[in-house]
């Protein structure tokens, strides 16, 4: 079994947790971690570039000039592609960049995430509750913890009183980035160089993943 070091809100371990080793405890697969990282990316691009085609541009309904008589090429009108003014071709147009990605596919992702952070020792369990949002608390958690930088909070329930504190307290660091198990990606995992759970989360973890 995999075993997560567990921590009061001033900083101290008050004991250790043991963790499924499937979900804790695997041999991360990186090329399906490689896959779902890459799926998330594009998911998260807005996809909203546009240019106006010819059928669009403002103007041209009239010939621009006679048709014979001048010497210039003829053209029927002034919001062809190559006039100045004009359409654009195949230009940009809104799209999605979402990849489709197997539900197997993404759960055995998320436990390849954990797994290697688990192997680095960098997710640790939190064991206590915020009776107000306090940042100063956080602060000086994330300080004992050496996690003064990118980390990544895993509260259960914003709706429990506890949980919407601890968010409230954590979304004010800097680089901190707060989620529920149910929203955890690959891509913030791996990202953040810490990554500190609730118990309560990291029962249902296991409950989703397991």
Do not use: C
């Amino acid at each position: 079994m995999a075993v997560l070091n567990i921590y009061n809100l001033a900083g101290d371990q008050t004991g250790t947790l043991e963790v499924k080793d499937t979900v804790f405890g695997i041999e991360p697969n990186k090329a399906v971690l490689h896959e779902v990282l890459t799926a998330e990316l594009a998911a998260a691009r807005q996809g909203t570039a546009a240019t106006k085609t010819r059928a669009m541009v403002r103007g041209g309904g009239r010939k621009p000039f006679k048709q014979k008589g001048t010497g210039r090429a003829r053209q029927g009108s002034t919001r062809a592609p190559h006039m100045v003014g004009g359409g654009v071709t195949f230009g940009p147009q809104p799209r999605s960049f979402e990849k489709k990605v197997n539900k197997k596919v993404r759960k055995v992702a998320l436990k390849s995430a954990l797994s290697a952070k688990v192997a680095e020792g960098s997710i640790v369990v939190l064991d206590g509750t915020i009776e107000a949002p306090r940042t100063k608390t956080i602060m000086a958690l994330t300080k004992a913890l050496e996690a003064n930088t990118k980390q990544l909070f895993v509260v259960n329930d914003l709706a429990n009183d506890a949980d919407f504190n601890l968010y409230l307290s954590a979304r004010n660091l800097e680089n901190a980035v707060v989620l529920q198990p149910n929203e955890l990606g690959v891509y913030w995992l791996l990202k953040q160089n810490k990554v500190i759970i609730t118990k309560e989360a990291l029962a249902t973890i296991e409950e989703v993943l397991g």
